[in-house]
């Protein structure tokens, strides 16, 4: 695979504060890249960055091997597709997919039936046909977001950058479209790079994650490898299905004064120790009960449990005043009745815990 897209040392700061910091990555041609990092991390200043909307403090941009630093925006072959679609409110779905094909600079489409063909395989392919003489505001969001992917996609882009492009709509299209998205991008084999703050989301789409942890990549990897074994505390954070401890190494034993879990395996190079167990792997016991060999585990008293569909999610508090979340799937565990208030024995594999230090 060729990289379309390569960024090396990238930074850029606003009134001396770094928005980003010497980010380094590549996107390979016909990839799903999800970017993921909280608010504020940067995402959207990268992206900014690679359209050519703003110009970089350092660092080199290259498109198919070529430094773009000097192409200006409009002609990066770059598509873009913004949070709130910006889309024309008073044209209709065939306008507003038409606008760039007509209105461009260089080469502008004039020729009706050739303009016409590429717009109705366009609404086509995103779904959207009957609905092309509709003004925008004649339909739903999750529509106006499958018009600007049109729009963005007619003009042919080697790559699209997407911020947020879910975001806007409600929880159920959003799971929708994520599967509506990765098939029009592997049936056009277009490229794309996909900013959310969503884990769920950045797991279930991307070939490969991004992770931007205050302005620098945390970590690029596959959604397999992010998720199971996210490379700092940080980015174990962001995955949103870590209990997390900060503490010290203690011998053979991480320590936090309170609880002190014994080490098993492999030690994670970090220079902010901490203790990371995924929420699913914990198993609930009563108290009193002494570990096993190879167990790791704290006492905390039950709180309350929220119910998530395919899972429960139980709350504790454990003695070091530490919310610990517990989630036990309902398809291979069934619903434990806890009682409020009462102590309980949390248990896992010690070596199934992620120690960084
Ligand atoms: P997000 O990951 O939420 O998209 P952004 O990329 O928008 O975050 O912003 C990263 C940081 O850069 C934030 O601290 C933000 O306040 C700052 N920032 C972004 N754009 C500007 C700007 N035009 N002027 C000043 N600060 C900015
Ligand atoms: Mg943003």
Redesign the pocket.
């Known amino acids: 695979m060729t990289d379309v897209l390569r960024i090396e040392g990238l930074s ?1 700061s ?2 001396a ?1 770094p ?2 910091f010497d980010v380094s990555l590549s996107v390979a041609d016909n990839e799903y890249v999800s970017l993921l ?12 960055l690679i359209a050519g909307f ?1 110009q970089p403090d350092a660092g080199r941009i290259l498109f198919d091997g070529n430094d773009i630093a000097s192409v200006p925006a409009h002609e990066r072959g770059i598509g873009f597709v913004f949070q709130n679609f910006a889309l024309f409110p008073h044209l209709s779905v065939y306008d507003n997919i038409a606008f760039g094909l007509v209105n461009r600079e260089r080469d502008p489409l004039t020729d009706e039936n050739v303009l016409r063909s590429k717009i109705m395989t366009m609404v086509d392919l995103v779904g959207l046909k009957g609905l092309e003489d509709r003004g925008v505001h004649q339909i739903s969001g999750g529509q106006r977001q499958r018009v600007a992917l049109a729009r963005t996609l007619v003009s042919q882009p080697r790559i699209v950058l997407l ?2 492009p879910l975001g806007a709509l409600d929880a159920n299209l959003r799971t929708r479209m994520r599967g509506e998205l990765r098939r029009i991008r592997s049936q056009l084999g277009v490229t794309f790079l996909h ?1 959310t ?1 969503s884990e769920t989301e950045a797991l279930a789409m991307g070939d490969r994650i991004v992770v ?1 942890d205050n ?1 620098s990549v945390g970590q690029i990897d596959t959604p397999d490898a992010v998720y199971n074994r996210p490379i700092s505390p940080n980015v174990a954070r962001y995955l949103n299905c870590y209990n997390l401890f900060e503490g010290a190494i203690d011998g053979n034993a991480f320590s936090n004064g309170v609880h002190r879990f014994p080490l098993k395996g492999a030690l994670w190079p970090n220079s902010v120790p901490a203790y990371a167990i995924r929420q699913d792997l914990i198993t609930v016991r009563q108290s009193g009960v002494s570990l096993a060999d190879g167990e790791a585990g704290l006492t905390a008293t039950y709180l309350a449990s929220e119910y998530t569909g395919a899972a429960f999610m139980y709350f504790f508090k454990a003695a070091d005043g530490h919310i610990v979340e517990v989630e036990g799937h309902l398809s291979h565990r069934a619903p434990q009745n806890l009682d409020a208030n009462s102590t309980y024995q949390l248990v896992w594999k010690a070596d199934e815990a992620l120690v960084y230090g």
């Open positions: 850029k606003y009134s504060k928005a980003l990092g909280p608010s504020g991390s940067g995402k959207t200043v990268l992206l900014r703003e911020d947020e900013v703050g931007l302005g």
